[in-house]
């Protein structure tokens, strides 16, 4: 067991958490963890691949409409909010695959977790992906997911804009964090955890090389996933 405190507490400890109303939160949460597993990933030197293909997005659509019933919130317009922030982010080439957790220890024993949204092996590029606009707690959820990673990390805000979507970006580079021990020993909790087991996709994630035999491509694939 080690003490381990997540990213986005202790960044509600130093900023004001964005409060919604009851669907805009709900409807926020299903559309960041449906966007995480049915985003398109996608080459950034494909122009074709800042729109979505149709099947995937009938999948999208489909499992939207779903699980805004199955939290009895479904409304039409609300589907069609969810679709155009779906081809809005694809059409800023903000696609990936899901990002297991990775922990790196700040002080005392105790590990700080970070997992953002997204990771896009062409683009070697992390995203976090908020909902709404970019503020001062996404920004210093970021900030600690750029440390704990030690990589740079997009953050990607969503503005509305007319009848369209505006995606908002942001650069965080990784600095040493300066945050009270304290408040990250207040929101840490015991976990069964091995830090040591969960490397960050950057770092395992690379182009197969031709003369690279099969059972080395198969041991890291499954590695991601164990």
């Not at 149709?54 to 019933?69: A, M, V």
């Not at 070697?124 to 709404?132: A, G, M, S, V, W």
């Not at 503005?159 to 207040?186: A, F, H, Q, W």
Request: with cysteine; glycine share 4%.
């Amino acid at each position: 067991m080690v003490l381990v405190a997540k990213a986005s507490d202790i960044a509600k400890k130093i900023d004001i958490h964005p409060k919604g109303t009851v669907v805009g939160v709900i409807f926020g949460q299903i559309f960041e963890q449906l966007y995480n597993s049915k985003n398109q990933v996608t080459n950034p030197t494909d122009p074709r691949s800042r729109y979505p293909g149709p099947f995937i997005l009938r999948i999208f659509t489909y499992d939207l409409k779903n699980l805004l019933e199955l939290h009895n919130i479904y409304s039409v317009d609300l589907l069609r909010e969810g679709v155009k922030m779906y081809i809005a982010l694809h059409r800023e080439c903000v696609t990936g695959i899901g990002v297991p957790p990775t922990f790196r220890k700040y002080a005392d024993e105790i590990y700080i977790a970070a997992q953002p949204d997204l990771y896009n092996p062409y683009l070697d590029e992390y995203f976090e992906i908020k909902t709404y606009p970019i503020d001062e707690y996404s920004k210093t959820q970021a900030k600690i997911f750029a440390w704990v990673l030690d990589h740079r990390v997009v953050l990607v805000g969503l503005r509305k804009d007319g009848n369209d979507y505006k995606v908002e970006t942001m650069v965080i580079e990784p600095k040493p964090l300066n945050i009270d021990p304290m408040i990250v020993r207040s929101v840490a909790r015991e976990q069964p955890v091995d830090p040591s087991r969960y490397i960050p996709p950057h770092r395992m994630l690379r182009r197969n090389k031709p003369e690279e035999e099969d059972e080395k491509r198969v041991e890291r694939a499954v590695a991601l996933e164990v």
